[in-house]
Every structure is written in structure tokens, then in C-alpha cells.
Nanobody
Framework: QVQLVESGGGLVQAGGSLRLSCVASGRTFGSYAMGWFRQAPGKDREIVASINWSGASTYYSDSVKGRFTISRNNAKNTVYLQMNSLKPEDTAVYYC??????????????????WGQGTQVTVSS
């Protein structure tokens, strides 16, 4: 079973950048599709980006397309979310998630069976 630990969150001014990392334990990480989700106070958890097992396919929500980049390094059991041109509306707890259906780019939380604990991202105006 894969376990996930996120890091890299923090406080940043609007227009700034952050890179989130999600390190996985377990030998099957390389076969998992991975996703980044976020949840703002009072709102549902929403997809930000996803990536298939090889990194060859990615998906981005419209709200982050062109600003965020998801990538992975299977040798390091790590998936990243590079966030540029941050906006106050990007403020949320960010979660990484894993799906054993490695070639799928799922967007729904119910399709992911492994979750990290979350990392707070706060963007000030």
C-alpha cells in the first residue's frame, strides 16, 4: 500500500511561486496515477491536476492551466506541483492522491484510493 506525504506549502504573495512535493512510500508508486486536489474553506475538494504513471499524460483544471505544472520522478517516488503566478483564489489545503489505475487521468476524488494529509497554501493579495 502506498502512503503519501506532502510538503512545500506556505504563505506567498500574489504573483509568486511555490513547488509542492508529494513523497510516496511503497514499491508500487511507479504504477500509480497521481493527482493534486485542493480544498478551500467551505468548498468541496476539487481537482487541480493529474498525471499518469509514466508522466506522459497530464490533465489540468481550467483554473490553473498555464500556471501550474504537474510532474513526477518515479525513481524518487515523488510527484510535484509547480505553481506560478499564484492568485489569492488559489488559497487552499492541497492534497496529493494516488490511484492504482495507473494510466487514467481521474478528476473525481472517489477514483483515488490513497491520500496525503494535505499542505496549506496561502496567497496574500
Amino acid at each position: 500500500q502506498v502512503q503519501l506525504v506532502e510538503s512545500g506549502g506556505g504563505l506567498v504573495q500574489a504573483g509568486g511561486s511555490l513547488r509542492l512535493s508529494c513523497v510516496a512510500s511503497g514499491r508500487t508508486f511507479g504504477s500509480y496515477a497521481m493527482g493534486w486536489f485542493r480544498q478551500a474553506p467551505g468548498k468541496d475538494r476539487e481537482i487541480v491536476a493529474s498525471i499518469n504513471w509514466s508522466g506522459a499524460s497530464t490533465y489540468y483544471s481550467d483554473s490553473v492551466k498555464g500556471r501550474f505544472t504537474i510532474s513526477r520522478n518515479n525513481a524518487k517516488n515523488t510527484v510535484y506541483l509547480q505553481m506560478n503566478s499564484l492568485k489569492p483564489e488559489d488559497t487552499a489545503v492541497y492534497y496529493c492522491a494516488g490511484s492504482s489505475y495507473g494510466n487514467m487521468l481521474f478528476t473525481r476524488t472517489s477514483n483515488y484510493n490513497v491520500w496525503g494529509q494535505g499542505t496549506q497554501v496561502t496567497v496574500s493579495s
